[in-house]
T-cell receptor
Protein backbone atom coordinates (compact mmCIF):
# COMPACT_ATOMS: atom_id res chain seq x y z
CA UNK A 1 0.00 0.00 0.00
CA UNK A 2 1.02 3.58 -0.63
CA UNK A 3 2.47 5.30 2.42
CA UNK A 4 1.21 8.75 1.46
CA UNK A 5 -2.06 10.68 1.61
CA UNK A 6 -2.93 13.34 -0.95
CA UNK A 7 -6.09 15.33 -1.70
CA UNK A 8 -7.88 13.80 -4.71
CA UNK A 9 -8.13 17.07 -6.61
CA UNK A 10 -7.09 20.71 -6.60
CA UNK A 11 -7.22 23.62 -8.96
CA UNK A 12 -5.37 26.87 -9.44
CA UNK A 13 -5.32 29.79 -11.84
CA UNK A 14 -2.78 29.95 -14.62
CA UNK A 15 0.26 31.99 -13.61
CA UNK A 16 -0.29 31.45 -9.91
CA UNK A 17 1.63 29.07 -7.65
CA UNK A 18 0.22 25.59 -7.22
CA UNK A 19 0.92 24.07 -3.80
CA UNK A 20 0.28 20.34 -3.63
CA UNK A 21 0.37 18.81 -0.13
CA UNK A 22 1.34 15.28 0.82
CA UNK A 23 1.15 13.54 4.16
CA UNK A 24 3.67 10.77 4.92
CA UNK A 25 3.49 10.50 8.69
CA UNK A 26 5.04 7.00 8.84
CA UNK A 27 8.13 7.85 6.79
CA UNK A 28 11.33 6.39 8.15
CA UNK A 29 14.83 7.84 8.22
CA UNK A 30 16.15 6.24 5.04
CA UNK A 31 13.10 6.97 2.92
CA UNK A 32 12.97 9.70 0.31
CA UNK A 33 9.97 11.71 -0.90
CA UNK A 34 9.59 11.53 -4.67
CA UNK A 35 7.13 13.38 -6.86
CA UNK A 36 6.00 12.26 -10.29
CA UNK A 37 3.27 13.62 -12.51
CA UNK A 38 1.21 12.02 -15.25
CA UNK A 39 -0.22 14.13 -18.02
CA UNK A 40 -3.22 12.64 -19.78
CA UNK A 41 -2.34 9.67 -22.04
CA UNK A 42 1.34 9.77 -21.10
CA UNK A 43 3.51 7.79 -18.73
CA UNK A 44 4.48 9.29 -15.37
CA UNK A 45 7.31 11.81 -15.39
CA UNK A 46 9.79 12.39 -12.58
CA UNK A 47 9.65 15.90 -11.06
CA UNK A 48 11.79 16.11 -7.94
CA UNK A 49 12.84 14.24 -4.82
CA UNK A 50 14.24 15.01 -1.38
CA UNK A 51 15.29 13.45 1.90
CA UNK A 52 15.25 16.19 4.56
CA UNK A 53 16.25 19.45 2.94
CA UNK A 54 14.14 21.58 0.66
CA UNK A 55 14.94 21.08 -3.01
CA UNK A 56 14.44 23.12 -6.14
CA UNK A 57 14.93 22.35 -9.80
CA UNK A 58 13.75 23.83 -13.06
CA UNK A 59 10.33 22.26 -12.70
CA UNK A 60 9.37 22.71 -9.07
CA UNK A 61 10.30 23.17 -5.43
CA UNK A 62 9.88 20.60 -2.69
CA UNK A 63 9.37 21.72 0.89
CA UNK A 64 9.71 18.99 3.54
CA UNK A 65 8.68 19.72 7.12
CA UNK A 66 11.29 19.40 9.82
CA UNK A 67 9.69 16.25 11.24
CA UNK A 68 9.47 14.88 7.66
CA UNK A 69 5.86 13.87 8.15
CA UNK A 70 4.58 16.01 5.32
CA UNK A 71 5.76 17.86 2.24
CA UNK A 72 4.53 20.32 -0.35
CA UNK A 73 5.30 20.40 -4.04
CA UNK A 74 5.27 23.93 -5.39
CA UNK A 75 4.86 24.80 -9.06
CA UNK A 76 5.74 28.50 -8.88
CA UNK A 77 3.92 29.73 -12.00
CA UNK A 78 1.46 27.09 -13.12
CA UNK A 79 0.61 26.84 -16.82
CA UNK A 80 -2.15 24.93 -18.59
CA UNK A 81 0.45 22.28 -19.46
CA UNK A 82 0.83 21.53 -15.74
CA UNK A 83 -2.68 20.03 -15.64
CA UNK A 84 -1.96 16.44 -14.60
CA UNK A 85 -2.17 13.88 -11.81
CA UNK A 86 0.62 14.41 -9.28
CA UNK A 87 1.91 11.47 -7.26
CA UNK A 88 3.80 11.79 -3.99
CA UNK A 89 5.75 8.59 -3.27
CA UNK A 90 7.82 7.51 -0.31
CA UNK A 91 10.74 5.55 -1.68
CA UNK A 92 13.43 3.54 -0.03
CA UNK A 93 16.54 2.24 -1.67
CA UNK A 94 16.05 -0.76 0.61
CA UNK A 95 12.80 -1.65 -1.19
CA UNK A 96 14.42 -2.92 -4.37
CA UNK A 97 13.93 0.49 -5.96
CA UNK A 98 10.19 -0.11 -6.15
CA UNK A 99 7.77 2.81 -6.57
CA UNK A 100 4.37 2.34 -4.95
CA UNK A 101 1.86 4.77 -6.43
CA UNK A 102 -1.27 5.96 -4.65
CA UNK A 103 -4.15 7.68 -6.40
CA UNK A 104 -2.42 11.07 -6.55
CA UNK A 105 -3.84 14.60 -6.79
CA UNK A 106 -5.53 15.67 -9.98
CA UNK A 107 -4.44 19.28 -10.56
CA UNK A 108 -6.50 21.41 -12.91
CA UNK A 109 -4.91 24.69 -14.00
CA UNK A 110 -7.64 27.15 -15.05
CA UNK A 111 -7.07 29.79 -17.76
CA UNK B 1 18.63 10.53 -25.63
CA UNK B 2 15.82 8.30 -26.87
CA UNK B 3 13.13 7.51 -24.32
CA UNK B 4 11.46 4.24 -23.42
CA UNK B 5 9.69 2.80 -26.44
CA UNK B 6 6.56 0.67 -26.25
CA UNK B 7 4.40 -1.02 -28.85
CA UNK B 8 1.67 -1.31 -29.75
CA UNK B 9 0.08 1.87 -28.36
CA UNK B 10 -3.42 0.42 -28.48
CA UNK B 11 -4.80 -3.10 -28.60
CA UNK B 12 -8.34 -4.44 -28.56
CA UNK B 13 -8.89 -8.17 -28.05
CA UNK B 14 -11.67 -10.47 -26.98
CA UNK B 15 -11.60 -12.27 -23.65
CA UNK B 16 -9.68 -15.53 -23.67
CA UNK B 17 -7.41 -14.31 -26.47
CA UNK B 18 -3.68 -13.74 -26.03
CA UNK B 19 -1.76 -10.50 -26.32
CA UNK B 20 1.87 -9.40 -26.08
CA UNK B 21 3.42 -6.03 -25.40
CA UNK B 22 6.96 -4.98 -26.21
CA UNK B 23 9.27 -2.53 -24.43
CA UNK B 24 12.67 -1.15 -25.35
CA UNK B 25 14.25 0.69 -22.39
CA UNK B 26 16.67 3.57 -22.46
CA UNK B 27 20.07 2.37 -23.62
CA UNK B 28 22.25 1.26 -20.74
CA UNK B 29 19.45 1.06 -18.16
CA UNK B 30 19.82 -2.20 -16.29
CA UNK B 31 16.50 -2.10 -14.45
CA UNK B 32 13.20 -2.53 -16.26
CA UNK B 33 9.68 -2.41 -14.81
CA UNK B 34 6.22 -3.32 -16.04
CA UNK B 35 3.25 -1.57 -14.44
CA UNK B 36 -0.49 -2.00 -14.86
CA UNK B 37 -2.65 1.12 -14.57
CA UNK B 38 -6.39 0.67 -14.31
CA UNK B 39 -8.50 3.72 -15.13
CA UNK B 40 -8.60 6.17 -12.24
CA UNK B 41 -5.82 4.47 -10.26
CA UNK B 42 -2.09 4.90 -9.93
CA UNK B 43 0.25 2.46 -11.68
CA UNK B 44 0.80 -0.89 -9.96
CA UNK B 45 4.10 -2.72 -10.35
CA UNK B 46 3.75 -6.13 -11.99
CA UNK B 47 7.37 -7.17 -12.42
CA UNK B 48 10.87 -5.75 -12.08
CA UNK B 49 13.97 -6.98 -13.90
CA UNK B 50 17.59 -6.28 -13.11
CA UNK B 51 19.44 -7.06 -16.34
CA UNK B 52 17.74 -10.31 -17.40
CA UNK B 53 16.91 -11.54 -13.90
CA UNK B 54 13.61 -11.05 -12.07
CA UNK B 55 13.91 -8.97 -8.89
CA UNK B 56 10.23 -8.78 -7.94
CA UNK B 57 7.21 -10.43 -9.53
CA UNK B 58 5.06 -10.67 -6.41
CA UNK B 59 2.17 -8.76 -8.00
CA UNK B 60 2.23 -10.60 -11.35
CA UNK B 61 -0.78 -12.94 -11.85
CA UNK B 62 1.38 -15.83 -12.92
CA UNK B 63 -1.48 -18.04 -14.05
CA UNK B 64 -2.04 -15.76 -17.03
CA UNK B 65 0.75 -13.17 -17.18
CA UNK B 66 4.35 -13.82 -18.16
CA UNK B 67 7.28 -11.56 -18.91
CA UNK B 68 10.78 -12.02 -20.16
CA UNK B 69 13.80 -9.88 -20.77
CA UNK B 70 16.16 -11.80 -22.95
CA UNK B 71 19.72 -10.49 -23.18
CA UNK B 72 18.91 -7.86 -20.57
CA UNK B 73 17.59 -5.28 -23.05
CA UNK B 74 14.11 -5.54 -24.63
CA UNK B 75 11.24 -7.05 -22.73
CA UNK B 76 7.88 -8.57 -23.58
CA UNK B 77 4.83 -8.93 -21.36
CA UNK B 78 2.24 -11.52 -22.35
CA UNK B 79 -1.29 -12.19 -21.19
CA UNK B 80 -2.81 -15.58 -21.97
CA UNK B 81 -5.79 -15.87 -21.74
CA UNK B 82 -7.02 -12.31 -21.24
CA UNK B 83 -9.90 -11.45 -18.93
CA UNK B 84 -12.16 -8.40 -18.95
CA UNK B 85 -10.44 -7.07 -15.81
CA UNK B 86 -7.12 -6.93 -17.66
CA UNK B 87 -8.34 -3.83 -19.50
CA UNK B 88 -5.78 -1.22 -18.49
CA UNK B 89 -2.74 0.74 -19.63
CA UNK B 90 0.48 -1.26 -19.41
CA UNK B 91 3.46 0.95 -18.72
CA UNK B 92 7.10 0.07 -19.08
CA UNK B 93 9.80 2.01 -17.23
CA UNK B 94 13.55 1.79 -16.90
CA UNK B 95 16.16 3.15 -14.55
CA UNK B 96 19.87 3.22 -13.99
CA UNK B 97 21.29 2.54 -10.57
CA UNK B 98 24.30 4.48 -11.68
CA UNK B 99 22.19 7.62 -11.44
CA UNK B 100 22.08 9.23 -8.03
CA UNK B 101 18.36 9.81 -8.05
CA UNK B 102 17.21 6.35 -9.19
CA UNK B 103 14.44 8.04 -11.11
CA UNK B 104 12.38 5.88 -13.39
CA UNK B 105 11.70 6.84 -17.00
CA UNK B 106 8.33 5.73 -18.32
CA UNK B 107 7.20 4.90 -21.81
CA UNK B 108 3.86 6.10 -23.23
CA UNK B 109 2.10 2.84 -22.38
CA UNK B 110 -0.07 0.35 -24.24
CA UNK B 111 -3.81 0.73 -23.76
CA UNK B 112 -5.45 -2.71 -23.72
CA UNK B 113 -9.19 -3.15 -24.08
CA UNK B 114 -10.60 -6.63 -23.50
CA UNK B 115 -14.16 -7.11 -24.78
Amino acid sequence: DAKTTQPPSMDCAEGRAANLPCNHSTISGNEYVYWYRQIHSQGPQYIIHGLKNNETNEMASLIITEDRKSSTLILPHATLRDTAVYYCIVYSTDSSYKLIFGSGTRLLVRP
Amino acid sequence: EAGVAQSPRYKIIEKRQSVAFWCNPISGHATLYWYQQILGQGPKLLIQFQNNGVVDDSQLPKDRFSAERLKGVDSTLKIQPAKLEDSAVYLCASSSRAASSYEQYFGPGTRLTVT
